[in-house]
C-alpha cells in the first residue's frame, strides 16, 4: 500500500466515539505517542501556540464530565485532552492576528492527536462544548491559555 492511500484509509476509519470501555487503560508507549503527535501538525511561524493537558484520574473525569453538559462517555474514556490555545505566543510576532493562529495550530494539534489515536488503534470523540471556567480550574489552566476543546481518547467498547 503506498503512503498516500495509507493515510487516506487512516482518515477516512477516523470516527467519533462516543462508548468507551471504561476497564481500559492506555499503555505509556502509547500515550507517549498521542502527546508527542500532538506537535506534528503545521504552526504558524513554527510556534506552537498551543497547551495540550491530559487528565486519566477517574474522579478528575468526572469532573470534567460535569462541566461540559454531563456528557456521560467522558469519564468512560481513558484519557480526556484539553486543548488550548496560548496567544500570547503568536501576538507577539504577529499582533493581533495571532490570536488566530493560535487557534489554528491548537486545533490542528487536536486533530493529530485523533488520527494518531487511530494509527494505534485506539478511538477518539472531539468535544467543543466546554464550560471553560470550569476547565479551566480542573486542568489548572494558567489565564493566557483558552480552553478551546476537548479530545476523549480510550477504546470503544464492543457490543
Not at 134 to 156: D, F, H, M, N, T
Request: include cysteine; proline fraction near 3%.
Amino acid at each position: 500500500m503506498e503512503l498516500r492511500d495509507f493515510i487516506l484509509l487512516l482518515l477516512k476509519k477516523r470516527s467519533s466515539c462516543r462508548y468507551f470501555d471504561k476497564q481500559y487503560v492506555i499503555p505509556k508507549k502509547n500515550l507517549e505517542t498521542l502527546i508527542r503527535a500532538s506537535d506534528y501538525g503545521p504552526s504558524a511561524g513554527n510556534l506552537r501556540a498551543y497547551s495540550i493537558y491530559h487528565e486519566e484520574n477517574h474522579k478528575k473525569k468526572k469532573e470534567i464530565q460535569k462541566a461540559i453538559l454531563d456528557q456521560g462517555f467522558i469519564s468512560d474514556a481513558s484519557t480526556v485532552f484539553c486543548i488550548c490555545a496560548a496567544p500570547v505566543k503568536s501576538t507577539e510576532k504577529y499582533g493581533e492576528r495571532g490570536k488566530l493562529y493560535a487557534v489554528q495550530d491548537a486545533t490542528i494539534s487536536g486533530m493529530c492527536i485523533t488520527v494518531a489515536a487511530t494509527a494505534i488503534d485506539l478511538d477518539s470523540c472531539w468535544v467543543g462544548s466546554i464550560n471553560e471556567k470550569e476547565i479551566r480550574k480542573i486542568y489548572g489552566i494558567p489565564e493566557q491559555e483558552i480552553p478551546l476543546s476537548l479530545v476523549c481518547v480510550g477504546r470503544a467498547q464492543r457490543f
